[in-house]
T-cell receptor
Framework: QKEVEQNSGPLSVPEGAIASLNCTYS??????FFWYRQYSGKSPELIMS????GDKEDGRFTAQLNKASQYVSLLIRDSQPSDSATYLC????????????FGKGTLLTVNP | EAGVAQSPRYKIIEKRQSVAFWCNPI?????LYWYQQILGQGPKLLIQ????????DSQLPKDRFSAERLKGVDSTLKIQPAKLEDSAVYLC???????????FGSGTQLSVL
């Protein structure tokens, strides 16, 4: 079982729709969860972090965490063509001395 | 604020040759990471430094890869000898000590022929 798994994609949504990206992780003691966005040919950039069960909203982005189900998701409301990118889920066991493990990523395309 | 600097941007070598990558983290960032990202995959941690000490190198192929961070600032990653499967983008990232947010450099795209 892979440490961090993401829905395989690619995911295509029309402009203005909600994009839903999912991630599961295998390490039950994981404590920190992140979503990075990576445009084609560019480096990853952090867009959301979440540490507690429930929802965390930041603008059009909502991260959801369910530690019992070992599940993390990212919702993008009112999707824009500029949101087209690969979204990487990343998980860390504890503080910064623990390694950050990335999933394979899900390619999202938002069609105008 | 200057970002994470990496060089070279691209490198093409033949298998069995050696190659080195350089990284200069954001000033004041104590933690430095080297990731390998193969096309279509997520980044895989190769090595993590805290100042000039190694925190995690469990996934570094130590028979061919080496890394150092002298004086707790710049870092170099070396591959010797290179294999075809080493073709990837090598990403350097840094963070504040105890910081959760990683800042990535532009990466070095390595092609091994």
């Amino acid at each position: 079982q892979k440490e961090v798994e993401q829905n395989s994609g690619p995911l295509s949504v029309p402009e203005g729709a909600i994009a839903s990206l999912n991630c599961t992780y295998s390490d039950r003691v994981s404590q920190s969860f992140f979503w990075y966005r990576q445009y084609s040919g560019k480096s990853p950039e952090l867009i959301m972090s979440i540490y507690s069960n429930g929802d965390k909203e930041d603008g059009r982005f909502t991260a959801q965490l369910n530690k019992a189900s070992q599940y993390v998701s990212l919702l993008i409301r009112d999707s824009q063509p500029s949101d087209s990118a690969t979204y990487l889920c990343a998980v860390r066991r504890g503080g910064s001395n623990y390694k950050l493990t990335f999933g394979k990523g899900t390619l999202l395309t938002v069609n105008p | 604020e200057a970002g994470v600097a990496q060089s070279p941007r691209y490198k093409i070598i033949e298998k069995r040759q050696s190659v080195a990558f350089w990284c200069n983290p954001i000033s004041g960032h104590a933690t430095l990471y080297w990731y390998q990202q193969i096309l279509g995959q997520g980044p895989k941690l190769l090595i993590q430094f805290q100042n000039n000490g190694v925190v995690d190198d469990s996934q570094l192929p130590k028979d061919r890869f080496s890394a150092e961070r002298l004086k707790g600032v710049d870092s170099t990653l070396k591959i010797q000898p290179a294999k075809l499967e080493d073709s990837a983008v090598y990403l350097c990232a840094s963070s504040l000590a105890g910081g959760e947010k990683l800042f990535f450099g532009s990466g070095t795209q390595l092609s091994v022929l």
